[in-house]
């Protein structure tokens, strides 16, 4: 149905060296997400987050990275349903994966570690920046649930902006994550397939700098 061998592409942009990147993976994540937004990618925040079940089956999808933050609890924060497919893997593992593939700039940022709520104070500060249409969503949305119809969510949607009114509290199933991060890997493609991968790995001396082959 489809062939794609002949696809290809040679990367040529850019090079990643050691003595160019900083000690901090989480400082040279936002330098590389500096140059996402400069070269005006869409979207450079989303993410693909892949989590893994109980059962140790693994599923991804995207979402929105909201923050990054520093320091001893720093990480990777996004907001999303806790009864949601994700969530409930969460749950039950708390191991997960973040991707980001900024492909027009040959790169890729790959990030495991593990994750867990944010505080409520922080969620509620999120939720009420959103625009009042995604505050009602997340009150009447069951995220990952299955659902009668489109009007069925229509109608959902309506009587949770008729009780909710103008100034809706955040519902308790709705609210972020922080994924606390153990290993980070920049990725630059490189000409004939010799692609640089700089991977950080946390130590209880602090971030040990690699590099892995192609
Ligand atoms: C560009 C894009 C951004 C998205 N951002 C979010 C997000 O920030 N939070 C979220 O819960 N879902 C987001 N989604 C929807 C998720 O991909 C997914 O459909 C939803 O979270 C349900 O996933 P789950 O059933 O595995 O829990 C986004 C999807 C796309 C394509």
């Known amino acids: 149905m489809l062939d794609l061998t002949r696809v290809r592409q040679e990367y040529m942009r850019d090079g990643l060296d050691e003595k160019d990147v900083l ?23 989303a993410m693909s987050l ?17 923050g990054v933050d520093d320091g001893k609890n720093g990480g990777f924060v996004f907001y999303t349903d806790y009864d949601s497919r ?20 040959e790169r890729q940022i790959r990030i495991d570690g593990t994750i867990a709520k944010v505080s409520a104070a922080e969620s509620d500060a999120y939720f009420a920046t959103r625009p009042l249409g995604s505050r009602h969503a997340a009150i009447a949305s069951p995220q990952s649930e299955v659902i009668e119809s489109r ?8 009587d949770a902006a008729r ?12 609210g972020g994550y922080r994924l606390a991060p153990v290993e980070i890997e920049f990725w630059q493609g490189r000409e004939n397939r010799l692609h ?3 991977v950080y790995r946390k130590t209880a001396q602090g971030w040990r700098l690699e590099r892995l082959a192609p």
């Open 151 to 158: 009007a069925a969510l229509a109608q959902r949607f309506n």
């Open 23 to 45: 000690a901090d993976p989480l400082a040279q994540f936002a330098r590389w997400f500096d140059d996402a937004q400069n070269a005006g990618l869409v979207m450079p925040n």
């Open 86 to 105: 994700k969530g409930r893997e969460v749950a039950g593992n708390h191991h997960a994966s973040l991707l980001f593939a900024w492909l027009p700039l």
């Open 196 to 198: 640089d991968r700089l």
């Open 50 to 66: 892949a989590t893994v079940s109980a059962l140790g089956k693994p599923s991804s999808r995207v979402v929105l990275l909201k």
């Open 163 to 174: 009780a909710a009114g103008e100034n809706p509290a955040r519902p308790a199933h709705w």
